[in-house]
């Protein structure tokens, strides 16, 4: 039985569709061990927990923007640039790219599939001019474009913006063209599968959420090769890593010693990551306790 509130204590109020998205945040590098990434127990020589925890703070402005039914490249942008004042530069970038669309979906009243592809289809040319002014605040790591889509290079930022509206690209349009090499592209066109699966496998679960977080990120790790390490250590590695995440999964390798040797070697599988934090926040908003 919890105490009564003294008289003429009001109760708290429930949280916000946004506090519900940097709650996600935070709790995603709460998980623990979710190997390669950043968690309580690992960090990477020039990227820490307690970056992760300011990103997350500095974010929830943009975050507000999307509740409140700002544009979507708009708020992006804003959580963006919050996220960036901290030491480290880039630290939730991926996650910000999935849970924005979602976040405005679940103020909109329909955080589901079909909700979340209504707002990714609706985004406007804007919406991409907004996204390419996010890569001016950090540095991400991207593929190099396919023939004759240099110009649209999101590594150029602001700059490419003049072609976006030349050729009348949505942000949308922008997420299709990549979904052959990005996992988080791929969730903006398909309804965000594996995000809403996500959400559906921890509130299947029991156990301390960071830990399901944990647990979660291995079976997303297993089902498919994280494509943020097939940009920056190539297919194999990929591969590799989503074989070692199942072998950890069927108790045949020690999750801590993986997380161990994956930080060691620099590989960190970001997509699945932001694919968490994703999950939780829908989780979050369909009753996830805490």
Do not use: C
């Amino acid at each position: 039985m919890t105490d009564a509130l003294p008289e003429g204590v009001a109760p708290p109020p429930e949280r916000t569709v946004a506090q519900d998205a940097q709650l996600a945040l935070l709790l995603e590098v709460t998980g623990t061990p979710k190997p390669g990434n950043v968690d309580r127990a690992h960090d990477h020589d020039d990227l820490r927990f307690e970056h992760f925890v300011t990103g997350a703070v500095g974010a929830l402005p943009g975050l507000r923007l999307a509740a409140d039914g700002e544009p979507v490249g708009d708020a992006f942008e804003r959580a963006v640039a919050g996220m960036s004042q901290q030491a480290a530069g880039n630290t939730q970038f991926g996650a910000l790219l999935v849970l924005t669309p979602l976040v405005r979906a679940a103020a909109d009243g329909d955080l589901s599939p079909d909700g979340a592809r209504a707002v990714a289809e609706a985004t406007t040319v804007e919406d991409a001019a907004g996204f390419y002014r996010a890569f001016e605040h950090v540095d991400v790591a991207v593929e190099e474009p396919p023939a004759g889509m240099e110009p649209l290079d999101v590594r150029r930022g602001a700059a490419a913006i003049p072609t976006l509206r030349e050729r009348a690209l949505t942000l949308s349009d922008v997420m299709d063209r990549s979904t052959d090499v990005d996992g988080l592209a791929r969730e903006w066109v398909g309804g965000f599968e594996r995000s809403f699966h996500a959400a559906d496998r921890l509130l299947d679960t029991e156990g301390p959420v960071p830990d399901r977080a944990a647990r979660i990120f291995l079976e997303l790790l297993a089902d498919e090769p994280d494509t943020f390490v097939a940009i920056n250590h190539g297919q194999a590695t990929a591969e590799r890593v989503s074989e070692q995440a199942a072998e950890a999964l069927g108790g045949e390798r020690d999750p801590w010693a993986l997380a161990d040797e994956l930080v060691a070697e620099g590989v960190n599988p970001g997509t699945t990551a932001d694919l968490i934090a994703a999950g939780l926040f829908v989780a979050l908003r369909r009753g996830l306790e805490l």
